[in-house]
């Protein structure tokens, strides 16, 4: 069971401010499954990993910049939280580009916390059930998702989760639909 994702990549798609556990915790998990990870950004250097949105913790290198990735190089992507990481990230548009472009794949997705902000801006959550931290669930509502409050919520492909406290679930839910692949299309949560 060690190796399910041998031969797999997935990009991690950060920037500062994002919560380190929410990165470290899903990457390391997919890396012991057998796959490796690229992490793509706004820019070139390394990003600042924050523990509860306030307290610095380490630097992540980038791998890539997300305007010179392409979606056919994954097969999953990981879209980690804190509150600052996705508001950096919603505010670029090779990144709306890129999720846009991932959703329309079919290729699974896991998003934890504040990290559903990001598919907000690109348009892909309408017609989707998730969940995500509390404070973001009115956007959610408002983007045209159905939300609930639960551990992990998976729907063709897309896996969200709430919290930290809920990262052993999510690394085995993503490890589970990054095995399985590419889920079938949807026009539910099609962009415009």
């Not at 820019?43 to 307290?55: K, L």
């Not at 959610?140 to 919290?163: H, M, W, Y």
């Not at 839910?173 to 079938?184: T, Y």
Request: glycine share 10%.
């Amino acid at each position: 069971m060690a190796n399910e994702l041998q031969g797999l990549k997935i990009a991690i798609l950060a920037a500062d401010g994002v919560e380190q556990v929410e990165l470290t915790s899903p990457r390391d998990a997919v890396q012991g499954a057998g796959a490796t990870t690229e992490l793509l950004s706004i820019h070139p250097g390394e990003i600042q990993a924050m523990e509860g949105d306030i307290n610095p913790q380490d630097r992540y290198t980038v791998d890539k910049l997300v305007g010179e990735a392409s979606v056919e190089e994954y097969d999953g992507l990981i879209l980690p939280g804190g509150v600052a990481n996705p508001d950096n990230l919603r505010n670029d548009e090779n990144v709306v580009r890129f999720v846009q472009e991932f959703f329309k794949t079919g290729k699974p997705v896991g998003v934890i916390c504040h990290g559903p902000w990001t598919l907000v801006e690109a348009n892909v959550v309408r017609g989707r059930t998730i969940t995500s931290y509390p404070s973001i669930r009115t956007d959610l509502r408002n983007a045209g998702a159905t939300v609930v409050d639960e551990e992990v919520v998976t729907d063709e492909g897309l896996v969200s989760s709430r919290s930290p406290d809920d990262l052993p679930a999510f690394n085995a839910k993503i490890i589970e639909e990054f095995a399985e692949g590419e889920h079938p299309v949807s026009s539910q949560g099609a962009t415009s």
